[in-house]
Antibody, heavy 120, light 113 residues
Framework: EVQLVVSGGGSAQPGGSLRLSCAAS????????MHWVRQPPGKGLVWVSR????????TYADSVQGRLTMSRDNAKNTLYLQMNSLRVEDTAMYYC?????????????WGQGSLVTVSS | DIVMTQSTDSLAVSLGERATINCKSS????????????LIWYQQKSGQPPKLLIY???TRESGVPDRFSGGGSGTDFTLTISSLQAEDVAVYYC?????????FGQGTKLEIK
């Protein structure tokens, strides 16, 4: 059974940092591209970033470029999102999602999410 | 960026009746090279992550009940639930994966009338 377990969320002040982790199991993690998608409270889904299967290539939404860094450790079956210079508008539930082998940008499994709250 | 617009923010339908949710993209998400529409539908129930329902605009994901169907091409798409069940209460999102950044519609909240 595919499982994605997100941890590391919490509260931070503007300008602060947090690191999210997404532990994967039930599939060969190193074969799949992975993504982060966020959802502000009561609002819709926003794509954040992606990483290729070996971790050599990342792509980010303009709104997070230069502040959020996505990485992975295939030996540990874990995905990361390092969040620096946090802003109030980064407040959201953060989901990790597996990209389907059917097509790029198609998310077939999602983690349960971790809430990040940025406020002073 | 491709803007995805769902025409209805909320929709109330009686049990057993048909529900139709619309989604429009600001530019075509149809690839001529493989004849596919890069349009996805997700279902998100309260307190849960999204669940993949339909991809390529009309292909049901494995395990999704056949009362769910998708249609449309180019820039205009629909998600139809042929006979609404109580467990279908959720927010439904369309998403384009034609180009980065991948973008979602704002969501349509489906309720029981």
């Amino acid at each position: 059974e595919v499982q994605l377990v997100v941890s590391g969320g919490g509260s931070a002040q503007p300008g602060g940092s947090l690191r999210l982790s997404c532990a994967a199991s039930g599939f060969t993690f190193s074969n799949y591209w992975m993504h982060w998608v966020r959802q502000p409270p009561g609002k819709g889904l926003v794509w954040v970033s992606r990483i290729n299967s070996d971790g050599s290539t990342t792509t980010y939404a303009d709104s997070v470029q230069g502040r959020l860094t996505m990485s992975r450790d295939n030996a540990k079956n874990t995905l990361y999102l390092q969040m620096n210079s946090l802003r109030v508008e980064d407040t959201a539930m953060y989901y990790c999602a597996r990209e389907s082998s059917v097509s790029q940008g198609l998310f077939d499994y999602w983690g349960q999410g971790s809430l990040v709250t940025v406020s002073s | 960026d491709i803007v995805m617009t769902q025409s209805t923010d909320s929709l109330a339908v009686s049990l057993g009746e048909r529900a139709t949710i619309n989604c429009k993209s600001s530019q075509s998400v149809f690839y001529n090279s493989n004849n596919k529409n890069y349009l996805i539908w997700y279902q998100q129930k309260s307190g849960q992550p999204p669940k993949l329902l339909i991809y390529w605009a009309s292909t049901r994901e494995s395990g999704v009940p056949d009362r769910f169907s998708g249609g449309g091409s180019g820039t205009d798409f629909t998600l139809t639930i042929s006979s609404l069940q109580a467990e279908d209460v959720a927010v439904y999102y369309c998403q384009q994966h034609y180009s980065i950044p991948y973008t979602f519609g704002q969501g349509t909240k489906l309720e029981i009338k």
